[in-house]
T-cell receptor, first 114, second 115 residues
Framework: AQSVTQLGSHVSVSEGALVLLRCNYS??????LFWYVQYPNQGLQLLLK??????LVKGINGFEAEFKKSETSFHLTKPSAHMSDAAEYFC????????????FGSGTRLQVQP | DGGITQSPKYLFRKEGQNVTLSCEQN?????MYWYRQDPGQGLRLIYY???????QKGDIAEGYSVSREKKESFPLTVTSAQKNPTAFYLC??????????????FGDGTRLSIL
C-alpha cells in the first residue's frame, strides 16, 4: 500500500523568501511522485514529477523537488516566493501496475505575505 | 486545445435526489478517474476506469455510480444513498503508457451542495 504525508497543512512565507513544502511517502516499490498546485475553485495543475533518473526535478514556475530515497522524501522548494504562488499544493504517489490512480497527501496551503 | 471539461461548475441537490456530474475529455486517454475533495483531506478516489465498458471502485465508492460507454466520457452519479455529498468533485484522465509515470490531467471541478 502507498501513502503520502504532507507536514504542515498551512505554511506562510514572506514575498521573496524560500518556500519549502514537505512530503514523505511510503511505497513498497520505487515510487513515481508528483506535485500538483490548485488555485481556488479550480482543478489541479501538474508542477513536476519524479519517475527515474535525476533526483533533482525542475518544474514550472521556478519550483523544484528532490527525491531522497534514504529519507523517503520529495520536498518541494522555490528560492523566492511570489504573491502568485499562494495556492494549495498536493504531493501524490502513483502505482506501477493495476490501479494507476494517484494517492494524495492532505495538501498544504501556502500563504505569501507582502 | 485538448483538455477535460466538467459540468456543471455548481450543482445543488435536494434530499432523496440523484444527480449526475459530467466529465468529457478529448485527450484520447484510456484511463479516467473521479475524486472527491473535502477540506483538509486531500483527494480521495471514488471510481476509475481504464477501458470502455469497465470500471473499478475506488476507496469511497459507496453512494456513487459511474458508466463508461464512450472513451471520452465518464459521468458520475451521486445517489440518494450518499448521505454527505457536499464536496468538490474532480475528474481526471491519463494515458496508460509506461508503468504509472504518466501524470493525470484534471478538469476544473464541480461543487455539489445540498439544498
Amino acid at each position: 500500500a502507498q501513502s503520502v504525508t504532507q507536514l504542515g497543512s498551512h505554511v506562510s512565507v514572506s514575498e521573496g523568501a524560500l518556500v519549502l513544502l514537505r512530503c514523505n511517502y511510503s511505497s513498497s516499490v520505487p515510487p513515481y511522485l508528483f506535485w500538483y498546485v490548485q488555485y481556488p475553485n479550480q482543478g489541479l495543475q501538474l508542477l513536476l514529477k519524479y519517475t527515474t533518473g535525476a533526483t533533482l526535478v525542475k518544474g514550472i514556475n521556478g519550483f523544484e523537488a528532490e527525491f531522497k530515497k534514504s529519507e523517503t522524501s520529495f520536498h518541494l522548494t522555490k528560492p523566492s516566493a511570489h504573491m502568485s504562488d499562494a495556492a494549495e499544493y498536493f504531493c501524490a504517489v502513483s502505482g506501477h501496475t493495476g490501479r494507476r490512480a494517484l494517492t494524495f497527501g492532505s495538501g498544504t496551503r501556502l500563504q505569501v505575505q507582502p | 486545445d485538448g483538455g477535460i471539461t466538467q459540468s456543471p461548475k455548481y450543482l445543488f441537490r435536494k434530499e432523496g435526489q440523484n444527480v449526475t456530474l459530467s466529465c468529457e475529455q478529448n485527450l484520447n486517454h484510456d484511463a479516467m478517474y473521479w475524486y472527491r475533495q473535502d477540506p483538509g483531506q486531500g483527494l480521495r478516489l471514488i471510481y476509475y476506469s481504464q477501458i470502455v465498458n469497465d470500471f473499478q471502485k475506488g476507496d469511497i465508492a459507496e453512494g456513487y455510480s459511474v458508466s463508461r460507454e464512450k472513451k471520452e466520457s465518464f459521468p458520475l452519479t451521486v445517489t440518494s444513498a450518499q448521505k454527505n455529498p457536499t464536496a468538490f468533485y474532480l475528474c481526471a484522465s491519463s494515458s496508460l503508457m509506461g508503468q504509472g509515470d504518466q501524470p493525470q490531467h484534471f478538469g476544473d471541478g464541480t461543487r455539489l451542495s445540498i439544498l
